[in-house]
């Protein structure tokens, strides 16, 4: 089949080519209805049929591949690893299931997980999933704050955790942080239930705290009869990073989901029943719930579940585990490539990966520098994703299971099948011609898998995603480009604009240009005020190899230099910041707004999600040494 065919036929056809797909999954009752657009931008897909995400994840398996392995549980933290097979799943999320219905959960019903990576949360997933109950996950280590945010908004009947999590072999206790969001959460679920493993003290509230251990003996082998969905019921809700804002409840539906991600699993991932997959994401995040949860698992292939650093206890960790299974397909983000570069590279080219076919990223737009060092060292295809937590599955990509376009270093590829996408002028809400900058947008309806709605918020969902334009049109808040061939460039969000005298500069174009550098490691660019010209862009770098002042002068100028080449003066920024790390998540996304803030002596705000306190502190250093008095440092203007 041809990518063009294919492609073609979702957007002009969409009916016939998503009854089609439909068939991928099992219906208890097959669909009435392909699509209902009656209320637009609202969209139900495959009206009438019943379905359910852990039957196709797991039930329907049990005779073909009853033995092979669904979940490899691998954590570096604990020094543990746990194989389990399709049959064990079964086993262990009826067992879940049973334990949260003697805890008056069902149909409906709002279970929050707050766990690390491990397969004890997919048991919570799947177990949520198989009776009706909506499940929320939490990203292990959010701050209370954040997680009294989410139970007011989801008010769940149920909170489930673990007694804690680990990172660099630092032990991170849980449930101090939950019984804090509980303080302060106007809404508390009736019961907690802590699954254990041995790392911390539980401090326990009688009455409402219940150890999972305790109540599984009584549940052992039971068979909870799975609760059959119409397609457009909610299957769970995941919260968006609230970077502005009150975090909103991103909510998905059942058969979409699941037809949307079926197909993706071969023609994107090209993955097939029996072979292996490893998504380095956490299952906090929308990568962990499509590509290491549910995605795998309808497919009937094998998922890694790994807890730990890329780095721990070497830089070669990943790779052995690619070894170790036979990964046929790999999917990461690109800060934790540019973390790797680093490294020596015989820790990716010393290992068997005759088996790997694909490395696919996304998470944040990747770099030319790391796409070009990354296939370089592993002889593979790299592939760029672009996609939201609010898509659930790619948007822009390229499909080596059905048909590989050449990959375009700097670009994620073509639209994903069932994806209308225009580029327009923020301006004259007209589609930008090949080569001009806009904003990308979808056309609705938005195709299966996708967000339905904002939970418990239709309006939010208008206001937040089709507002912009004169037409309905859904905003991706991102700028790109396209090129006569089709292929879409991504330039940054909408309001990581820097506009230094009138003139419009996206972030990524001037990183790219710094990250030319062959010294450069990572570089983050950010617009600062200045009294002058409104806005200038500053940069904060880390080179490969740290040098002392002098050097790293020098290589700041000779950045400073490329950026002036490749985009113009206008472009060039005001300051280097050189840095031992840059300042992140833990699920690996920059924390711009904060160094904006440290750059412009205000506070940084909500830094919960922070991965290492010593970047930000490391970055507040080098500002400080910066200004005039401050001692040296690389500031050119």
């Known amino acids: 089949m041809r990518y063009e065919d294919v492609y073609r036929r979702s957007v002009e056809e969409p009916e016939a080519f998503w009854a089609e797909q439909a068939e991928a999954i099992h219906w208890n009752r097959a669909p009435q209805q392909v699509l209902d657009y009656s209320n637009p931008p609202f969209r139900r897909w495959f009206v009438g049929g019943e379905t359910n995400l852990c039957h196709n994840a797991v039930d ?97 009947r149920v909170l489930v955790c673990a007694d804690a999590g680990s990172r660099g072999g630092k032990v991170i206790p849980f449930k101090p942080l939950v019984d804090e969001a509980l303080a302060r959460a106007a809404h508390p679920p009736e019961h907690v239930l802590v699954v254990s493993r041995g790392l911390a003290e539980v401090p326990k509230q009688a009455g409402r705290d219940l150890d999972y251990a305790d109540l599984r003996p009584a549940h052992e082998g039971a068979q909870v009869p799975v609760q059959w969905l119409e397609s457009n019921e909610p299957s769970y809700i995941l919260y968006t990073s609230g970077t502005t804002g009150t975090p909103k409840g991103v909510q998905r539906d059942v058969g979409g989901y699941a037809v949307a991600l079926a197909l993706s699993m071969w023609a994107i991932y090209d993955i097939r029943p029996g072979q292996v997959m490893f998504s380095t994401s956490d299952i906090g995040w929308v990568v962990g719930h499509s590509y290491n949860v549910y995605g795998p698992l309808i497919a009937g292939a094998t998922s890694i579940i790994y807890e730990g650093l890329p780095t721990r206890p070497d830089p070669g960790i990943w790779w052995e585990l690619c070894e170790r299974y036979g990964v046929r397909t790999m999917f990461s983000a690109p800060t934790a490539l540019r973390v790797l570069k680093k490294s020596d590279p015989s820790h990716i080219t010393g290992r068997d990966l005759s088996k790997l076919e694909h490395l696919f990223l996304a998470g944040e737009p990747l770099d030319e520098p790391t796409a070009r060092w990354i296939s370089d060292v592993l002889g593979k295809p790299v592939i760029d994703n672009y996609w939201q937590t609010e898509t659930g599955w790619p948007v822009l990509t390229l499909m080596p299971g059905l048909d590989m376009k050449p990959v375009r270093l700097g670009s994620p590829g073509l639209p994903s099948p069932g994806y209308r996408l225009r580029v327009i002028n923020e301006v004259t809400g007209e589609d930008a011609p090949a080569g001009e900058k806009g904003v990308l947008v979808i056309e609705p309806p938005l195709p299966p898998g996708c967000m339905s709605t904002v939970w418990r918020n239709d309006e939010r969902f208008i206001a937040s995603y089709f507002s912009h334009f004169n037409e309905l049109l859904y905003s991706s808040l991102d700028w790109a480009i396209r090129d006569d061939d089709g292929y879409t460039y991504i330039l940054g969000r909408t309001d990581d ?73 206008v472009a060039r920024p005001a300051q280097v910041y050189v840095v031992s790390a840059l300042p992140k998540t833990r699920s690996g996304k920059l924390l711009r707004r904060s160094l904006q803030a440290l750059a412009e002596d205000r506070d940084p705000g909500d830094l919960s999600t922070l991965d290492d306190p010593a970047a930000l502190e490391d970055a507040r250093r080098a500002i400080a040494q910066a200004r005039p008095g401050g001692g040296s440092g690389p500031h050119p203007e």
Do not use: W
Not at 501 to 514: M, S
Not at 528 to 543: I, L, R, S, W, Y
């Open 60 to 156: 329907r398996h049990l005779d073909a591949r009853g033995g092979q392995l669904a979940l490899v549980g691998y954590s570096t933290e604990t020094g543990s690893v746990r194989e389990v097979t399709y049959r064990e799943l079964h086993r262990e999320v009826n067992t879940f299931a049973a334990v949260l219905v003697s805890l008056g959960v069902g149909k409906g019903d709002r279970v929050v997980i707050y766990m690390p990576h491990t397969v004890d949360a997919v048991f919570a997933m799947l177990a949520c999933a198989r009776i009706g109950a909506i499940h929320s996950v939490v990203f292990g280590g959010f701050a209370s704050k954040n997680l009294a945010l989410r139970i007011d908004d989801a008010r769940p």
């Open 497 to 569: 604009v820097i506009n230094v005298a009138g003139h419009r500069l996206g972030t990524r174009e001037i990183e790219e240009a710094v990250s030319s550098h062959p010294a450069v490691a990572e570089a983050a660019v950010i617009g600062v005020h200045d009294e002058v010209k409104g806005q200038v862009p500053v940069v904060f770098a880390t080179f490969r190899q740290q040098g002392d002042g002098h050097r790293n002068a020098e290589i700041a100028e000779q950045m400073l230099q490329a950026v002036t080449q490749q985009l113009g003066a």
